[in-house]
């Protein structure tokens, strides 16, 4: 599985919401893993980060995914949003 640093991310003040944008991940346009681990800069602590939506435009053209933790049951408030740039 893929892993990703925290600081590959823009993060809100709560840092319960961090958004990139896929070229920044390495990923190729119209592509996003089903997972992907994610590993926090400030802890070490890796979590495994499923996708749960996939939004688009009016055109059906992909706007971003959205990503949430794979373990529902770890109550861990965190949504990640990757861009299709």
Known sequence: MNTIS???FCKNTTKTRLVGE???LGWPSLYAPEHFT???EWTGRSIAMEKVN???DDEGDIILWL???ANKSANINLTVEVFND
């Open 6 to 8: 925290t600081n590959m």
């Open 22 to 24: 896929a070229s920044d």
């Open 38 to 40: 994610l590993t926090s």
């Open 54 to 56: 996939t939004q688009k």
């Open 67 to 69: 990503y949430k933790p």
